[in-house]
């Protein structure tokens, strides 16, 4: 099993995550995005869209990190990351179509901003966008912290949805994001980190960008 992926991505994070939670081990391939590797016609042979991460395994090219983690999940039935109960399965489907379709706009509005024009050096963050995505971000954190109220996890265990969601708080400090006013939240936030897979791939992201 590959992974082609640039381990400070938020989305890449998710993948290895997960892929460590559940006792895989994968050979990662680094992609650097910023030097357009991901644009190279042999990438792009493995996803068209020239997004990473991209998961290769006996054959198949798979492409979107939560159909990765996903398909990484089913394959670990016993960690119990993916529920096989049709209505649980409908929750953690449901926190990762949310997290793509809501959360990641929002704080993707502000971590370009703030973090991806600095390192491809595309000038200044525009204040008005950085407005913008704190602003969808609130209303996003509000959601997330009340359905957190009581709960140790998502869907009331530990599963691929919590590693999707987390995996794009990952980089709330260097947005310049604030979580502290969202208690629930915030609790979950630091149980999550705590994880030994978690911090592994944090750890990864914090060598490929070279500290």
Known sequence: M??????????????????YELGLEPTFT???IFKGESRTPEFLAKNPNGRIPVLEDGGLFLWESNAIVTYLASTRPEKGLLPTDPKQR??????????????????GKVAF????KKFAGLGDPDQAIV???????????TVLNAALEGKE?????????DFGVVALLTIHEMA?????????????????????????GQADAQAAMGG
């Open 2 to 19: 590959k992974i082609y992926d640039f381990a400070p991505s938020p989305n890449a994070r998710k993948v290895r995550f997960v892929a």
């Open 30 to 32: 680094n992609v650097n």
């Open 90 to 107: 409908a929750e953690v489907d449901q926190w990762l179509f949310w997290q793509a379709g809501d959360l990641a706009p929002a704080i």
């Open 113 to 116: 901003e703030r973090i991806v």
């Open 131 to 141: 407005d913008a995505g704190l602003r969808d971000f609130k209303t996003c954190a």
């Open 153 to 161: 996890y998502l869907v009331g265990r530990l599963s691929v949805a």
């Open 176 to 200: 310049g994001i604030d979580l502290t006013p969202y208690l629930a939240l915030n609790a979950w936030y630091g149980r999550m980190v705590a994880r030994e897979s978690v911090r592994r």
